[in-house]
């Protein structure tokens, strides 16, 4: 049961009651809480982290699991395991990656590099010159810059889920849908 209760659909603005209200997962739900436009802004920022980021997807979902195991976000990590799949990532991979794996050899150097630099971020907020550099011999500036968005991010969304008590939905997030928008 969720710890602070979905709001009334009633409450909600227009675009989200009806259909698309009873589409939305428990993230969405959850979140159209929030101010309007903090609601409106989050949506915006976390689509152009998934859809309009130049960062990889198997380097974003990297970070992201990587987040969501750290912070041992149930919700989070279900949801973005599904996603991680959708874009390539193996099985292995996650699993190397929910284990903080940076031997695995399920991994090649780039992802062992964003692996490094995921928790390097996460554990000392300030990553180390070293791996810093390590993702740098892969990534632009700019993709590392969105690398270390999509971390913190994804820590405030863990946060967010395991606070509020954010349920698990029927089924995952259809990712090719959600990619459309």
Known sequence: MARIPYPDESKLPAALRGQAWADAPNVTRMLAGASEAVYTGFGAFGSALINGSDLPGKLREIAILRSGYVCNSKYETWQHEALGRYVGLTDTQIDAVREGNLDSPAL??????????????????????????????????????????????????????????????????????FSKS
Do not use: C
């Open 108 to 177: 090649d150097e780039e992802e062992r590099a964003v692996l490094a630099f995921a928790d390097d971020v996460i554990q000392n907020v300030r990553a180390s010159d070293e791996t810093l550099a390590g993702v740098r011999k892969f990534l632009t500036d700019a993709q590392v810059i969105d690398l270390i968005l999509v971390t913190g991010a994804y820590l405030m969304v863990s946060r967010f889920l395991e606070t509020t008590g954010v349920e698990f939905d029927e089924n995952p997030i259809d990712w090719d849908e």
